[in-house]
């Protein structure tokens, strides 16, 4: 359950923020679950922290940072994961993430994609459930439409290998994880969005050696995001949403808290 909090968080939570300007546009932040398709400006670098606390006390936490390099076509990341279950509060794997910005720096530009490619290193102890036990490897094509002065859409697709993961117990098994999404903005002013997103997620644990057992989240996440902008160039970016499980997730609620700063 851990490790699933944790990918929730880390899979699409990783990149996507646009920079603050000096007579500020609508917000192009990351969307809380879905990953939107804006790399950063060349010297603008973003703080990230999310939580993700569901009804019976388990909880996930992930702070990202982000840097351009040199230019908005190439971007770094890291991201690093907690995650608590029960009564232990544990670290997770940690992201080491490139995204290319393929379209979507010119201005005006109504279509953006950035495929990120990341690298993850087990960092989490796969003794106590809440890491992989092994590096893995993910991939996800991030996809931003602006279909009116009103609305924009965020479109992700991606998947996730972890070649030799380990289970508590030792036993090694190859796992293969898959996530889908999509988040619809409302822009009610340049400061204020309305959200929308649907999540869906299937992953793979390791049962015994050379086994595994497949396990899905489908969310549907509804939620507000406004900016506070200062003369410096600072801006920063709280949100606030309430995940609600359908099919295999039905019963699951919670409450996202997002949080971004970016100069």
Avoid: C
Wanted: hydrophobic content about 35%.
């Amino acid at each position: 359950m851990r490790q699933t909090l944790v990918l929730i968080l880390s899979t699409l939570l990783l990149s996507g923020a646009a920079s603050t300007q000096t007579t500020p546009g609508p917000i192009e932040d990351n969307s809380f679950l879905i990953e939107e398709a804006y790399n950063q400006e060349p010297h603008v670098v973003q703080y990230i922290k999310t939580f993700y606390v569901q009804k019976n006390g388990d909880w996930a936490y992930s702070f990202t940072n982000e840097y351009p390099i040199k230019t908005q076509r190439h971007q770094f990341s890291y991201a690093i994961n907690l995650g608590h279950l029960g009564d232990r509060t544990e670290l997770g794997d940690t992201y080491i993430n490139y995204r290319y910005q393929i379209t979507g720096i010119e201005e005006g530009s109504k279509v953006a994609v950035a495929p990120r490619f990341t690298l993850i290193l087990p960092t989490g102890s796969w003794r106590k459930g809440n890491g992989s036990g092994a590096v893995g490897y993910q991939f996800n094509l991030p996809v931003s439409v602006k279909m009116s002065k009103k609305f924009v859409t965020h479109w992700n697709a991606g998947a996730t290998v972890i070649p030799r993961g380990r289970d508590t117990a030792g036993d090694r098994a190859t796992t293969t994880g898959f996530n889908l999404g999509q988040s619809t903005i409302y822009l009610a002013s340049n400061r204020f969005n309305l959200m929308l997103e649907t999540y869906w997620l299937r992953t793979q644990n390791v049962i015994a050696r050379g086994v595994t057992t497949p396990g899905y989240t489908f969310l549907v996440n509804p939620g507000v995001r406004w900016a506070y902008n200062f003369k410096n160039g600072l801006q920063i970016v709280p949100g606030v949403a309430a995940p609600i499980g359908l099919g295999p997730s039905r019963g699951q609620r919670g409450v996202f808290l997002y949080l971004s700063f970016e100069k």
